[in-house]
């Protein structure tokens, strides 16, 4: 055409117009922490592998990879975790947190339909680590430093791997074909697991044996006696012996009146026990209220509707045969429980301590460098203890002890040895910002409660040992898996290429950083950051 | 309208990579129309800006890019077209202030008697240039029944010159011509018009509201216009950092709260009967909606006027009841307007 | 073939020939014989194809003239007086944005006072808009400049606006020969337009100019207008040798050659003046006349070449600009300087008739040198009415 001048012009010429050069902030392309992740004891990033389950198909291996990359357990994890990945879910903000854990099952239980494996990443380093003890902690580390190349020898004074997984969680909360599966796979990486083999001088079994590195993972498997008057005749067990004993195949006689002292996880596993092994009545006594008591929520749900019967502001001070005396307790303004006086008694069979557990340090004899307080291994940040190349980890050091952190304890502890077999300093990880709720932009997120698990029906549940929580089908955990938020961190959903007033967001292939901002013609308006559904960009001053 | 086949990450986001991408936004992809593109000279933030662009690149895609557009003088006109800059990649042309809807009219009697048919005609002007100077074309347009879809970007108010008041303009908003001297609110109430019920009241096939804050809304509704024949009209919220007093990054926020406080209703209309309404989807108080506003604040300084925010709320209020705004326990919806 | 027609008749089938592809116009008088006939031949098909779009008013005929002719479509429309004045904003626009639209006006008078009738206030207020102005003398011009208006405004992409007479021609019932189809087709070429919106090449028509080239755009604009002066000619020659006779070009000299007197009209009241200098000439007086058909572009060099030899010239004023004068009088006295004496003459305001007697007496004052060169005159005011009681209670007496 011949173009009038001036009035008619050439299409798209304004893109000469840099109008970049008013901006006074620009969008920046953030990575914040997700409470999930921060919340997290075994490292997982979730957020990350939620992407991936997303898609669906695929994705679900990926998804599973990826927690693998942390965490050999997910079919575990996704049974006994106490989830404080979803008590720290910012969806819970905005209707109920995403069901990370029953997502996370239902990859693991996927991975073991499928038989996904994992493989060595590096080649053989020629070193030797021992693991004292095949609980989660120990079966994490070798995990981790097997795939990292090292010769793992794996030991356990029980007949079989797993700890506590094993010997103290019942099998209606974890079954045991599905810790056997993950188990296994661990070992067919060429763990040299070596069962009914205890330690116990550990200076000699480092020095015979030739270790270059030792990672002590031997847990707290003592149960803790408190001290009760009782009668000869009472019949006084404690949990951790109970339930262990359960699994090698006994059947403790209980009676028909039980009561459970004791507050903690373990106290609702030995309740529902006595419930599955025929007590007609299962009491749980604990000192202080049921808001205060450390069992999770979930788990003391679950025993009430199995009918366990609760107690609370109670303590036991004498036992005989077929009867408790029970005294009143009172929390003084610190929260702290305090007698009253008042007794009471009340009908028992049995009584099954379920106080808390001890270590039991006995095999480090007086292993050099390796210090003990409050009954748990020293360690520092890297998990070592004062010995080098010594390491410990799970419940024999400090922390929480639940099998969730002993798996982060363990990873973390591989990690070390490796930086430390290697003579490398370990990595520190980076300490990213919290992405808080206020960060997000939840309107763009559709509105969708919450897919429950279904639970097994209560006739079941009284009688026998079959797994209460069942998992979500291939659709509620796609539409779990898609309730998450993303909090902190792109998710692609192509907002700030939308939502740019200047076409100033350039959508490019890379699935790490699937935009630029193109800064000859942003404005510094904000939009993007603004509508970023996932808080995922911030502005930045610009130096002018 | 929109059926949401799984609830997932960015349903209401522009894009969603876990949708075949047949089903994404325009505005998702990467091989776009731009019809605006960079460079313009709009202020940060420009909803006007964000909205053409969304709006025409939606139309282009259902026009498999046969689309020829006429643009009103205002705001969109100024800032895309400084000699020797265009900002537009499609064929676009500006004519006067008041005759976008006539020059639309007469592009697509010339496209017809061209037998250029599957060449579509958009129309598209600011509040100004279609319920003020534009309205007498703008309704013989509607009632000829051409076959162009007109596009108000509604940003209440002449931006370009200076932000004065039109009658698109809401109670109480304080422009440079009806500033807050002494008693007065603002803006007056009872006065200005909300065209989309003029355009219904035509009986044209499609009548239409959106904002930019709903970027699948407005597409689907671009979509369905460029499906149809006849005079279609679309109005859309543009909110304007400059003449509302915002910050440049609440435009698309402000067109949210516009529409969840009941202020604008979002419908959908054929030959004159209301077909379809977007629900709120979190009612909030006008509040929430006027207080990111410098040209509400005289109504919550000290003392404020908590008499006109009362009475904006019982706009919003009616706004809720006559158009159904809000779902009803059952899941279906109640407008008392049109069937 | 020469039949008996009313004008308005005769330019809408004329107009239809030249195969418009949209006809946009709003009804006025004296302009809507013209459109009802355009309508009736789109209705019944034999204008086709062609869009008629019934607007809501004048600015909305011309704005869909825009619109049409911007995506390549041959475009017309007609008004008159009011009507053009309410297309004002959109002229400047359609000659701004180089459209080649043909407009026909029915010329009227403007109010207040409300008045239907013949005169040129209306195409002379919007003289300067930019678009080509043509005035046709008779039926016949008028058709014939509508087949030279569509040649000419496309090839120059401007607008161009054929003015004839309200009334006087409009409704004149006379023999005119409106050129068929073939010949029309022949004649004018299909429209390639310079600029159009095109998906395949999309461009901006009508960007915001500033200082920095505003005025190169009205530069260049005044050229386009000064090249339509040579076009004109050309197409009129042309259409000579194809129709066999003289129809437009930019003046009519009328036995000017050895005139002592000139008398300068435009329009209809031409062939009165004409019929008067042959009167004259019988006479003995030395007087001719010159037809302006063409007022914008102003055709200087040829108005200075026909009234280079007259020692008198009178100018026929339809319109004036009061308290200024006559403007086709200031743009002849500008062409010819100071040297001749021009005297402008206001007659035939509203419809008023400007008969033979009428610029028989406006000569003969001027020979008696009633008639100064320096003022304006009204040679056909009825100073009666003026005078009377009702006429001077509200404003000055004459």
Known sequence: MDLPFGITLEHGGSRANKTGSWRTERPVYVHHLPPCNQACPAGEDVRSWLYDGESGGDGYERAWRAIMEVNPFPAVMGRICYHPCETGCNRGQLDEAVGINSVERFLGDEAIRAGWRMQVDRPSSGRRVVVVGAGPSGLSAAYHLVRLGHAVTLLDSAPRPGGMMRYGIPAYRLPREVLDAEIQRILDLGVDLRTDTTVTDLDQTLREDGYDAAFLAVGAPLGHRAHLPAGSAAKIVDAVTMLHGLEEGERPLLGRRVAVYGGGNTAMDAARTAKRLGAEDALVVYRRTRERMPAHESEVREAEEEGVRFTWLSTITQVQEGMLTLERMELDETGFPQPTGETEELPADAVVLALGQDTDLAFLGRAEGVEVEDGVVVVDDSQMTGRPGVFAGGDVAPGPRSATVAIGQGRRAATSIDAWLRGAIPERVVELPLADFAALNTWYYTDAPRSHRPVLEAARRASTFDEVVQGLNRDTALYEARRCMSCGNCISCDNCFGVCPDNAVIKVDDADAPYLIDLDFCKGCGLCAAECPAGAIAMVPEEI | MRETKLYQIGTFAVGNRLLDPEDRSAQASPDRANSITSGHRACQGCGEALGARYVLDAAMRAADGDVVVTNSTGCLEVFSTPYPESSWQIPWVHSLFGNGPAVAAGMAAGLRASGRTSTRVVGQAGDGGTVDIGFGCLSGMFERNDDVLFVCYDNQGYMNTGVQRSAATPPAARTANTGVIGDEPGNAFGQGKFVPLIAMAHEIPYVATATVADLHDLEDKVTRAMGMHGARYLHVLVPCPLGWAAAPAETIRLARLAVESGLFPVFEAEHGEVTAVTSIRGKVPVDDYLRLQGRYAHLFGDPGRPDLVARLQALADRNVVRFGLLDSDDGTQNASLGS | ?398
């Open chain 3, 1 to 398: 073939m020469r039949e008996q027609l009313e004008g308005s008749q005769a330019v809408a089938r004329t107009v239809a020939r030249c195969r418009p592809r949209v006809v946009a116009a709003y009804p006025i008088s004296p302009q809507t014989h013209i459109v009802e006939r355009l309508s009736d031949l789109v209705r019944s098909g034999d204008l086709a194809p062609c869009e008629y779009l019934m607007v809501e008013s004048e600015f909305g005929a011309m704005s869909a003239c825009i619109g049409a002719s911007a995506v390549g479509a041959r475009t017309y429309t007609a008004t008159a007086s009011q009507g053009l004045l309410f297309m004002a904003e959109a002229l400047f626009n359609v000659s701004g944005l180089g459209l080649p639209v043909v407009m026909t006006v029915a010329n009227r008078a403007i109010g207040a006072p409300i008045n239907i009738w013949n005169d040129h206030s209306d195409a002379m207020s919007q003289r300067d808009c930019g678009w080509v102005q043509l005035f046709a003398a008779s039926n016949q011009e008028a058709v014939d400049l509508h087949v030279q208006a569509f040649v000419l405004a496309e090839r120059l992409s401007s607008p161009v606006m054929v003015c004839m007479d309200g009334f006087v021609l409009t409704h004149a019932v006379e023999a005119i020969d409106v050129p068929d189809q073939a010949e029309v087709d022949a004649f004018v070429p299909p429209f390639v337009p310079r600029q159009m919106l095109d998906p395949t090449d999309p461009v901006t028509i009508g960007a915001m100019v500033g200082p920095e080239a505003f005025t190169e755009v009205k530069y260049l604009m005044h050229r386009r207008q000064q090249q339509a002066l040579a076009e004109i000619p050309s197409i009129a020659a042309d259409f000579a040798a194809r129709f066999g006779r003289t129809s437009g070009g930019v003046v009519h000299p009328y036995r000017t050659d050895d005139a002592d007197t000139v008398v300068v009209a435009l329009g209809s009241a031409l062939g009165s003046v004409c019929r008067v200098v042959d009167d004259l000439r019988a006479e003995g007086t030395s007087v001719g006349a010159l037809g302006i058909t063409c007022f914008r572009p102003w055709p200087e060099a040829e108005v200075r070449a026909a009234l280079a030899g007259a020692r008198h010239v009178v100018v026929l004023e339809r319109a004036f600009s009061p308290g200024a004068g006559g403007i086709v009088g200031r743009d002849v006295r500008t062409s010819i300087g100071s040297r001749t004496p021009v005297v402008d003459a206001v007659v035939g305001l509203g419809g008023r008739p400007v008969s033979r007697a009428t610029v028989r007496r406006v000569l003969e004052d001027v020979s008696a040198g009633r008639l100064t060169p320096d003022d304006l005159h009204f040679p056909d005011l009825r100073r009666d009415l003026i005078d009377s009681e009702p006429a001077t209670r509200g404003g000055p007496r004459a």
